[in-house]
């Protein structure tokens, strides 16, 4: 079975950083696209990074551009989230999911929190 298991989230001050783990089983992260998603309260979840497979092409979207960047440690497969200059707009709860074998996300973790004031 596949699992996703995501650590790192905290409470911090604006302007902090904070780096989320994910730590994935049951599938092999270099193969499959791995994204972090996050969901503020009472808001929609959205699409934040995604890490490709092959050369690690990333992205992230415009909310967090030059601030977060995703990376991934296949010989530990773990992807990371690194977050700086955090403000309290970031503040939500952290997922991380990855596509395997669909053209969607569709294996999730379980999700870590952040707070920033």
């Known amino acids: 079975d596949v699992q996703l298991v995501e650590s790192g989230g905290d409470s911090v001050q604006a302007g902090g950083s904070l780096r989320l783990s994910c730590a994935a089983s049951g599938v092999t992260i270099s193969r499959y696209c791995m994204g972090w998603f996050r969901q503020p309260p009472g808001k929609a979840r959205e699409g934040i990074a995604t890490i490709f497979t092959g050369g690690g092409n990333t992205y992230c979207a415009d909310s967090v551009k030059g601030r977060f960047t995703i990376s991934r440690d296949n010989a530990k497969n773990t992807v990371y989230l690194q977050m700086n200059s955090l403000v309290s707009e970031d503040t939500a709860l952290y997922y991380c999911?990855?596509?395997?074998?669909?053209?969607?996300?569709?294996?999730w973790g379980q999700g870590t929190q952040v707070t920033v004031s």
């Open positions: 999911a990855t596509s395997v074998l669909s053209g969607a996300f569709n294996y």
